[in-house]
């Protein structure tokens, strides 16, 4: 009698096996000569005439390097399986940061932003592989989604305040901002992810982003998990209310 547990194992592993080939190693480089490594997924099918969404996807300091590889460690398969089960296809941009590097610049004393808005030619370079990808792809414009963990959670804020006119909705997990620029992306559809307990990002730095928004006048979402620890990507990325919400978010 064949064992249901093990049928399905292996069947989950499939999944996860066609979503790593659907990831091509791939490399980027902006007029300024700055070089993005990153991973592309695409629909397996794309039909004439039709947009898909895009999702940009910022990991966090664990992994960066010049491999093109660890930044697939989380939330990358998770993005792709949670769109793949509403039937969603969608284009996926996963970038590495080099090694030695951040996304953007973090007072680690005070847990917030520092250059948020100033040059970055490394953050630049990676909107300029979207703004590249939109005009060369059949990407739905009105639907691109960003979302970070950790450092890509604070690169995630950051983001949003430069291109606040081309984001459907964010999702930050685990990072923080600068509070002080929070009314220049009010408009967008933010739904922000926390634990409670973590030891490595402080709650605060969440709380303090949504605060300054609603202040702003924003309506930002924020769910923070009681007794959860650093990892609140796992536990975010496994949840189909946030795949459904964030499909539900059209620029307009």
């Known amino acids: 009698m064949k064992n249901p547990l093990g049928i399905l194992v292996v069947s989950l592993l499939g999944n996860l096996l066609s979503l790593g080939a659907e990831l091509e190693v791939r490399e980027f480089t902006a007029k300024d000569g700055t070089v993005v490594k990153y991973r592309w997924s695409a629909p397996e099918k794309i039909e004439p005439g039709k947009t898909y969404p895009l999702v940009l996807f910022l990991h966090g300091a664990g992994e960066r390097g010049d491999d093109n590889t660890a930044q697939l460690k989380h939330g990358v ?13 969608v284009f996926l941009i996963a970038p590495q940061c080099p090694k030695e590097r951040w996304w953007t610049p973090v007072d680690m004393e005070k847990m917030r932003l520092s250059a948020a808005g100033q040059p970055n030619p490394l953050l630049e370079g990676v909107l300029a592989l979207v703004d590249e990808t939109t005009r060369t792809q059949p990407v739905d414009s009105k639907r691109f989604y960003l979302t970070g963990i950790s450092m890509g959670g604070f690169a995630t804020w950051d983001v949003l305040g430069r291109i606040p006119d081309k984001i459907a909705a964010a999702v930050p997990i685990c990072g923080g901002g600068d509070s002080s620029l929070a009314a220049t992306y009010k ?21 303090e982003m949504i605060s300054a928004l609603e202040k702003a006048g924003g309506k930002p979402k924020a769910t923070y998990y009681p007794g959860v620890e650093h990892d609140s990507w796992t536990r ?5 209310a946030l795949f459904r919400w964030l499909l539900d978010q059209h620029r307009n």
């Open 236 to 240: 975010t990325y496994d949840d189909p």
């Open 77 to 89: 398969h998770s993005i792709l399986t949670g769109m793949a089960k509403l039937d969603q296809p």
């Open 187 to 207: 408009e967008v559809p933010i739904w922000a992810f926390h634990g409670e307990a973590d030891p490595v990002v402080p709650v605060r730095t969440t709380q």
